[in-house]
């Protein structure tokens, strides 16, 4: 169960492959629950075989008050989710319900039904980021009020049965033993032709929401030096809003600010594929990352990986040297530098490049969705998988 499926992010492009495939390739009886959907478009395809139902409860975008008539307002809204997803449960009868790691009243929602089934809940975002979030406010307020809601957070992460993360790093920091799994997200597709990475299109590209923990404010910031010693190339962003409260008009100030002439903040898409394979280098400035598809996907088409060695999906990912190049997290200068070796050294692209592609071939839904198979198999899954 999600939020909703209207944004182009990485959890929805994963989800709607795994869910196909889990109902096409494996038979499973797949139920897809919303909550938020209200009749809009789903943000990628999924299988006609994957049941689709939104409970339509708008809790989380529906307060529009102030005062204390808001805290009433959201109470009432969240026992109305709460009640709708747990007769929605019931009705199913599930063996497993999934959920993300989004947000708390999700996961007490899931806690609190009174279904018996097994629940599961995929960390997208990495225990280490939810207290790394919190530096991007000023306000000690409202600091204070975020780091609440993320030690609720992992409060209620730590109560369900299993917690499902994305590196071993990830599952080292939860600390929870045998409760913790480590499943890879896997690639949404491979192209079968190797790009001709010896045509220079003097391009660079990052992908992701315009939101803080991807810290394109830094990668503004390093680009102003390769601006300055290769005015020749460009910078192409792809990105979302976060929720609607991205930093995108913020990142267009940055940009006017320090006169960039070669940078454009582009919006999502869902055939991003086709701009991995017009470009020649990827450059990962996240602050944190539970895994980093982005990453696997830019591999896949060929592509060098300059970004800095945060946790966890970099640091896991990327093998310094082969596939790309590392960078101590924060360190602008030094990213500015390693981008600029990049684009001076063509011969250490295609190379990276080519073992990008090699190491990409670990994430292929063929290694990868025998591994969910093994795990929910592991649970004695006979009914359902409500997600």
Avoid at 250 to 269: F, W
Avoid at 321 to 328: E, K
């Amino acid at each position: 169960m999600c939020n909703n499926f209207k944004s182009l992010n990485g959890v929805e492009r994963i989800w709607s492959q795994k869910l196909s495939l889990l109902a096409e390739r494996f038979g499973d009886d797949v139920y897809l629950i919303t909550y938020n959907q209200y009749g809009a478009p789903l943000s990628f395809p999924i299988s006609g075989k994957v049941h689709h139902i939104d409970l339509a409860t708008r809790y989380i975008s529906r307060c529009s008050f102030h005062g204390l008539y808001q805290y009433i307002d959201r109470y009432k809204s969240e026992r109305s989710f709460r009640k709708e997803l747990n007769q929605t449960l019931e009705i199913l009868n599930p063996e497993i319900v999934v959920c993300a790691d989004m947000h708390v009243a999700d996961l007490k929602a899931v806690l609190l039904s009174t279904v018996h089934a097994v629940r599961i809940v995929e960390c997208h975002c990495g225990k280490a980021g939810y207290f790394e979030d919190i530096k991007r406010f000023n306000r000690i307020v409202k600091r204070l009020k975020e780091l609440i809601l993320k030690i609720q957070l992992i409060s209620a992460i730590r109560k369900f049965d299993k917690v499902v993360v994305m590196t071993e790093a990830e599952k080292a920091d939860w600390n929870l033993k045998d409760k913790v799994v480590c499943i890879p997200n896997m690639l949404v597709a491979y192209p079968d032709q190797e790009p001709d990475k010896t045509h220079v299109q003097k391009r660079i590209i990052s992908v992701g929401r315009y939101a803080y923990p991807k810290g394109y404010d830094m990668l503004l910031d390093a680009w102003r030096t390769v601006e300055n010693r290769h005015p020749d190339w460009r910078l192409d962003i792809y990105g979302s809003l976060d929720g609607g409260t991205g930093e995108y008009e913020q990142l267009q100030r940055q940009i006017d600010t320090l006169g960039l002439k070669t940078v454009s903040l582009n919006s999502a898409k869902t055939n991003i594929y086709s701009s991995y394979m017009e470009s020649d280098i990827y450059v990962s400035s996240s602050r944190f990352e539970s895994f980093g598809l982005v990453l696997v996907e830019a591999m896949a088409c060929g592509l060098p990986v300059v970004g800095f060695g945060s946790l966890y999906g970099p640091a896991s990912i990327i093998k310094d040297g082969s596939t790309g190049i590392l960078v101590p997290p924060y360190d602008t200068q030094q990213l500015a530098e390693t981008i600029c070796q990049m684009i001076e050294h063509p011969e250490e692209r295609v190379r990276m490049g080519e073992n990008g592609r090699l190491e990409a071939m670990k994430y292929l839904p063929e290694q990868i969705m025998p591994l969910w198979r093994d795990f929910y198999e592991s649970l004695g899954t006979t009914r359902p998988i409500a997600s």
